[in-house]
């Protein structure tokens, strides 16, 4: 997908009910990926679930830039270009 320049970490923790999150920092280009330790049924998800499961969290990772320069209250026009380009070169790879 072209996110070379992110840092991903792992993690399996509680994080309540959802199956999977993802939280980035933005002027870092660090990404943290958790997934549940809790399963109500460990077997209960196929392979190909746990495969769209993470497909999920990196469109998150994808899109984090454009959320992020969306959520915040000082940007300029320039920033916007910037990743709204980058995630239109990523998705000319994609489809």
């Known amino acids: 997908m072209g996110l070379l320049e992110w840092e991903l970490r792992f993690f399996q923790e509680d994080i309540g009910t ?5 939280q980035g920092q933005y002027k870092d280009r ?9 399963w109500d ?8 679930q746990i495969v769209e499961i993470a ?4 469109i998150h990772l ?3 830039d454009v959320t992020t320069l969306g959520h915040s209250r000082f ?3 320039d920033e916007i270009a910037t990743a709204e380009h980058s995630l239109v070169r990523r998705l000319e790879k994609l489809l």
């Open 30 to 38: 660090v990404g943290v990926v958790r997934f549940t330790e809790i």
């Open 18 to 22: 959802n199956l999977a999150s993802f």
């Open 55 to 58: 497909k999920h969290e990196a």
């Open 41 to 48: 049924d460990p077997l209960s998800l196929s392979d190909i």
């Open 75 to 77: 940007i300029n026009e």
């Open 62 to 64: 994808l899109l984090w």
